[in-house]
């Protein structure tokens, strides 16, 4: 018997995709700004896929702040695109 084990699926700010959580890139909104996710961090979150094509959209298309429902600095989106190395 073949067991079936439930993958979460969440979608990407970018591109509006659905794909397994372990393949996305989560970024969570702290009161010290926004950061990548580490095991035991809490608080409002998203998630964005590991192209630059969706790194980009995200920062051009100010994506961060229509998740979070709120105005970011940009000191934390320039902070935030630093921690986001891709190259494709």
């Given at each position: 018997m073949d067991v079936k084990t439930h993958v979460p699926q969440r979608r990407c700010i970018a591109c509006r995709g659905s794909f397994p959580q372990s393949d996305l890139i989560r970024v969570v909104?702290?009161?010290?700004?926004?950061?990548?996710?580490?095991?035991?961090?809490?608080?409002?979150?998203?998630?964005?896929?590991?192209?630059s094509s969706c790194v980009g959209t995200a920062f051009e298309?100010?994506?961060f702040a229509r998740s979070f429902?709120?105005?970011i600095r940009k000191t934390d989106l320039?902070?935030?695109?630093?921690?986001i190395d891709i190259t494709d």
């Open positions: 909104d702290t009161p010290e700004g926004l950061r990548l996710w580490e095991k035991g961090m809490s608080g409002r979150s998203c998630y964005i896929c590991r192209n298309k100010n994506c429902r709120k105005e320039a902070e935030l695109r630093k921690l």
